[in-house]
């Protein structure tokens, strides 16, 4: 299927429409909110990964470059100061005030539920047993003081995985693929309004 910007926000969130039914698609919810498949819920891809130029290149340093017009980058990210400015994208409000609105979290989905955790509450590494899910054992990992621009590092653990002390070599295994029975899970990192927004009734970890 064939993806492309609509031109139409949610909630300060891209909606792409696609190309073969003209149906609308949620960044945020996942799934098709109008068209000929509303309803029809997106599948992650695994490959997907947010990261700066620098942490890319150290990792795969023959990359190469889509350039248009000769251009490669510009100068100043014009979302800087919208990540920088604690306002909501033209003044959104937010009844929801578990988080600031502009918290930036990790929000995902098991069986079909909408949860959230903070950045702040991951740095370094957590390890959460969530109530109502039996047998799941979530890991989140983020760096401490990374970027936005940084994809948490988010799955579902086997029951038998031994974790303790320091995880960056349980998460340096999880990268490379070799833990065998974790997986990923199906969400994003973003900002809690825009989250909340589309996804009321999210469950909000707090450990």
Do not use: C
Not at 27 to 42: D, F, K, P, W, Y
Request: glycine fraction near 10%; hydrophobic fraction near 40%; charge should be negative.
């Amino acid at each position: 299927m064939s993806f492309e910007p609509s031109g139409a926000l949610e909630m300060a969130s891209l909606v792409m429409r696609d190309r073969e039914t003209d149906s609308w698609w949620s960044m945020m919810q996942s799934r098709a909110i109008g068209g000929e498949l509303a309803g029809t819920h997106l599948q992650e891809l695994p490959v997907g990964e947010k990261a700066t130029w620098a942490a890319w290149r150290a990792r795969y340093p023959n990359t190469l470059v889509l350039s248009i017009d000769s251009l490669e980058h510009v100068d100043s990210n014009p979302y800087d100061s919208y990540f920088a400015d604690e306002r909501t994208f033209r003044g959104i409000e937010v009844e929801d005030d578990r988080l600031a609105p502009k918290a930036p979290v990790y929000g995902f989905r098991i069986d079909g539920g909408p949860f959230a955790i903070a950045h702040d509450r991951i740095e370094g590494g957590l390890v959460v047993e969530v109530d109502g899910l039996p047998g799941k054992r979530l890991l989140f990992y983020r760096p401490a003081g990374a970027s936005v621009y940084r994809s948490t590092v988010a799955v579902s653990l086997p029951v038998d995985a031994v974790v303790e002390g320091d995880l960056t070599d349980l998460v340096a295994r999880i990268g490379e693929g070799t833990l065998d029975g974790a997986e990923r899970l199906d969400g994003f990192d973003t900002f809690w309004y825009t989250w909340v927004l589309a996804n009321p009734s999210t469950r909000l970890l707090s450990p």
